[in-house]
């Protein structure tokens, strides 16, 4: 350079910093572990009541005597109960199936309540297709 004047005179050059971290929005904050476990009660509810149903078809009701004292509410009780696994698993899946990362007791109540929603839907099939051939 002949005339020896800095290259970047009018250019303000400010020093460097170190990048803060991000602030957490409120999608990528971890969500509540007990929310997470009381929403897949219901469901996991369902399940272990009806691998009471099929284990005391195998015994001979012994699995099943709990239900002896509901009598004959005993299975409105469990169909009430049914109902309320079906909206937390739909409730679970609103608010858990995009979150990423995914902590273990997210991944259980998805785990409990995906796979009830299927049986359900199974079942649901099973009955259109049955009352369709009629």
């Given at each position: 350079m ?19 971290p ?20 219901p469901?996991?509810i ?6 009471m149903v ?11 005597m ?8 005993a ?6 109960c049914?109902?309320?696994?079906i ?12 979150l ?9 109540n998805?785990?409990?309540?995906i ?20």
């Open positions: 002949p005339n020896n004047q800095p290259i970047a005179t009018d250019i303000n050059v400010e020093p460097l910093a170190y990048a803060r991000m602030e957490r929005s409120a999608a990528t904050t971890t969500p509540d572990p007990v929310a997470a476990v009381v929403s897949c009660l469901g996991l369902c399940w272990l009541v009806l691998g099929l284990v005391g078809n195998v015994t001979n009701g012994r699995s099943v709990w239900m002896r004292p509901f009598g004959a509410v299975p409105i009780l469990v169909l009430l049914w109902a309320v696994a909206l937390t698993a739909i409730g679970s899946l609103v608010c858990y199936v995009r990423k990362p995914k902590p273990w007791y997210v991944v259980l998805l785990v409990i309540n796979t009830g929603l299927l049986f359900t839907g199974g079942i649901a099939l099973i009955i259109a297709f049955a009352m369709a051939s009629h």
